[in-house]
């Protein structure tokens, strides 16, 4: 009874510590629960991806290919003599594996028969072509995979000129002796029986100077019945449609006009008066500016050497030119300070395009009563009224400076140049039978026209226009003229005969296309 208590007892025992074995087994074995994780913060969402990432990394970009055209990426060689036109380029059409459009005029056409001897090897077929269709005097376009032959082509060129037309027009010299007609009467009205006269005209009308009406006639003489232009002047765009060859030759005539009328030359001008001192009363002697400009002594300084004077037909114009090698205008300026004290009239500078005319002008227009006259009028109740008739003129008192430039092919300048110089002295006004009045001006002029050629970066100096100009000059006791009442004891006014000669430089420069 005892040994079957004492061995349930151990059963009990074991049994317990198996289940207890059990459960530590079991607690062993069970994974511990991870930790609570923060949320993510703002840095952390903001943050780029990682670039070495196999699965955000772009996909590389595929390459591109420029699609070439059978012209440039077939050659041929090719020898045929006495061959067709037609049938040549039938033969490239079929080696670039490209249609091939005859148009029915270039077919019905003497060019489609006519036979070319030529021999190409390994060309292009793009040249080959080029060259089949020049010998043939023929056009072609490629569109799609067909090539179009045609006799005749259109071109758009870009023209750039301006529409405007200007035209000028001078006049120098005159009657010197006033043996002109008198109020329009016969030669036998004269003034004088004494007459003298000697006048320079000329003009750039309309005609000469409009480049779009010169366009269009080389233009008609050029395409004849056979081809056809449009031409918009305000736009500076022409349409041609004729022949290749002579499409060509118009765009190099224009390309040609477009080169020369582009080009400018930059005028800068310097209009003096020196009042000559008594010791050059006849005027500024240019032939001694060699002997007073030391070619030693101003070398170092670039200054003014050699001055070549080439005097014109009129005795009293002398035109120089100064090389730019050795010169500069202050130089010349403190030369002719040696004659007497220099006035400056007008210091302009301005651009002139090649074969336009420019003007400058500086001065006043003075505004005078040319005639008055006066009438009586009688109403319908019998009252008369006096109605006078003004008529009002204009004087010009200053300087006028026209210039026309043309640039030759070496790069020289011709220029024609028209200086006038006007001084209004007095207006002297006369009354006449019947309430007549008159306004007679008195003007000193002086003026020329002469053309000179000079390279680009030369000095061109005119000279030797002298007039003779009578100022008053007031002089008197110091101190005691400008005594109040009796002042006027004490000086007195004296007329001076001055002699006054003007001078105009000209700085000549050509400008290139981008200036």
């Known amino acids: 009874m005892k040994r079957e208590t004492a061995k349930r007892r151990g059963g009990r025992a074991a049994g317990a510590a198996l289940l207890g074995f059990l459960l ?3 607690c062993a074995g069970r994974p511990a629960p991870p930790p609570p994780q923060a949320p993510p913060t703002a840095a952390a969402a903001e943050r780029p991806a990682d670039p070495a ?11 591109r290919f420029k699609r070439l055209s059978p012209l440039d990426t077939q050659r041929v060689t090719l020898n045929f003599v006495g061959e067709g036109g037609g049938a040549i380029l039938l033969a490239l059409a079929k080696a670039a594996g490209l249609n091939l459009v005859l148009d029915p005029a270039f077919a019905a056409s003497p060019e489609a028969a006519r036979r070319l001897t ?41 023209l750039d000129f301006l529409g405007t037309v200007q035209s000028s027009r001078f006049s120098v010299g005159g ?12 030669d036998t009205d004269v003034l004088t029986p004494l007459t003298g006269s000697f006048e320079l005209t000329g003009q750039n009308s309309a005609e000469v100077t409009d480049i779009y009406k010169g366009i269009e006639a080389a233009l008609k003489d050029r395409l004849g019945d056979e081809g056809s232009y449009v031409l918009n002047r305000q736009t500076g765009t022409l349409m041609v449609r004729g022949r290749p060859s002579t499409v060509r030759s118009i765009e190099a005539y224009v390309s040609a006009l477009r080169e020369r009328y582009q080009r400018q030359v930059l005028i800068q001008a310097k209009i003096l008066e020196i009042e000559l001192d008594h010791q050059h009363e006849l005027g500024i002697d240019w032939g001694q500016l060699t002997a007073t400009l030391s070619k030693a002594a101003l070398k170092a300084g670039g200054a003014v050497l050699d001055v070549a004077t080439t005097p014109t037909d009129e005795s009293v114009l002398y035109n120089l030119t100064l090389s730019q090698d050795y010169y500069n205008v202050s130089t010349v300026l403190r030369a002719m300070e040696d004659y007497g004290r220099i006035r400056t009239l007008s210091n302009p500078r301005l651009k002139v395009t090649n074969g336009q005319s420019a003007v400058i002008s500086v001065g006043q227009s003075v505004a005078y009563l040319k005639s008055l006259e006066t009438g009586t009028t009688t109403t319908s109740g019998g009252s008369s009224t006096i109605a ?16 026309t430039p043309i640039i030759e092919d070496d790069g020289r300048v011709s220029l024609h140049l028209v200086p006038i110089k006007s001084d209004l002295v007095s207006l002297d006004e006369r009354e006449f039978a019947g309430g007549t009045r008159y306004t007679f001006p008195r003007v000193n002029l002086r003026e020329a026209s002469t053309v000179v050629r000079a390279a680009s970066g030369d000095i061109v100096i005119i000279g030797g226009l002298i007039q003779e100009r009578t100022d008053k000059e007031m002089s008197g006791l110091p101190v005691l003229d400008r005594l109040p009442l009796v002042g006027r004891v004490f000086r007195y006014q004296r007329r001076v005969l001055r002699r006054v000669e003007m001078v105009i430089l000209l700085d000549v420069t050509v400008l290139d296309k981008a200036g």
């Open 118 to 158: 030529a021999q190409y090897h390994e060309w292009p077929i793009r040249e080959v072509l080029e060259s089949v269709c020049t010998a043939l005097d023929v056009g072609w376009r490629l569109d799609g995979g067909t090539v179009y032959i045609s006799p005749l082509v259109e071109r758009l060129i870009p």
């Open 24 to 26: 530590l087994a079991g």
């Open 175 to 186: 009657d010197v002796l006033g043996g002109n007609t008198a109020g329009g009467g016969t």
């Open 388 to 403: 006078p008739t003004a008529e009002i003129g204009s004087i010009f008192d200053g300087v006028l400076l026209g210039v």
């Open 53 to 63: 990432s196999p699965r955000r990394r772009p996909a590389p970009p595929k390459p």
